[in-house]
């Protein structure tokens, strides 16, 4: 019998059982732990995580990314059903869950680096093919009345209507971002509900999987936060972008697992 191995600082370290192939992730909080099989990466791995520790992050899931309104977006919808059942889950096993989306302001408007506002604003580059999505840039009128463009308080950056009616405005957290990352610096909402909260272990859904889910997460992984990606929980439009996210996610910035395997967690 091999004993545990400690991975990290002591009082924020992970154990390993290597006869079990469970990573423990839950920092020695006295309640129940919630233990997940993994999907990707080795076989018959598994987590245990501190439901008073941990955080769903759902990105993204606004109407301007899944409404067909706006977008196309089958593989996004799909998305959605399986996270509304993560959701569930989380809230029957105690985990916070936190809605990051984009909410830009006057003044984040005026701030805006130019390789950020380039890439919402392929509009004014190359004609548009339809009326969907209208990407003339941060703050413009998309007109049919869906607002402007991914500004706060606007229809289009409001949660799709599922989503929005599965939130709680009394327990849940609401994360307004202004950049791909919801982490690009220590003082994003995110970073401090993080910090006020005191999570350490963060599962990611939303869209898109390798733009500002990945963007998010991968600053998280530098910051020094345990990552799960639920990797059913996430779409993407880009072809290759979801399993390749999904490979360097479970080869090196943490873990994956599938909603089905999160809903079947044990607490023990």
């Not at 105690?94 to 006057?106: A, C, F, S």
């Not at 950020?116 to 007109?143: C, H, I, W, Y």
């Not at 799709?160 to 405005?169: C, G, K």
Request: one cysteine or more; a negative charge; charged letters at 20%.
């Amino acid at each position: 019998m091999a004993p545990a191995s400690s991975w990290g600082p002591k009082g924020d370290d992970w154990t390993y059982d290597g006869d079990a192939k469970l990573w423990n992730l839950a920092r020695g909080e006295p309640s129940p732990g919630f233990t997940i099989r993994t999907t990707e990466g080795p076989t018959d791995t598994s987590i245990t995580l501190a439901p008073a520790l941990s955080a769903l992050v759902v990105v993204d899931m606004q109407n301007f990314f899944i409404h067909p309104r706006c977008n196309d977006h089958p593989t996004g919808l799909a998305a959605v059903e399986r996270t509304m059942e993560v959701v569930t889950r989380c809230r029957e096993v105690g985990i916070k869950i936190i809605w990051l989306n984009w909410g830009l302001t006057e003044g984040d408007l005026s701030s805006m680096p130019a390789a950020t506002e380039r890439s919402f604003a392929r509009n004014l580059v190359t004609p548009p093919l339809d009326n969907k999505q209208a990407r003339d840039g941060f703050g413009s009128d998309m007109g049919e009345g869906r607002g402007r463009l991914l500004m706060a308080g606007s229809w289009n950056a409001k949660l799709y209507d599922p989503l929005q009616d599965a939130s709680r405005t009394d327990s849940d957290i609401f994360c307004d971002k202004n950049r791909i990352s919801g982490l690009w610096n220590g003082d994003t909402p995110l970073a401090k509900a993080l910090a006020a909260g005191g999570y350490r272990t963060l599962l990611f859904a939303g869209v898109n999987t390798d733009q500002c889910v990945l963007g998010t997460l991968a600053d998280a992984y530098y910051r020094g936060w345990d990552c799960i990606m639920v990797e059913d929980c996430c779409a993407t439009k880009t072809p290759g972008g979801h399993d390749v996210t999904i490979y360097n996610t479970s080869n090196g910035y943490g873990f994956v697992v599938d909603s089905k395997s999160f809903v079947e967690g044990t607490l023990q």
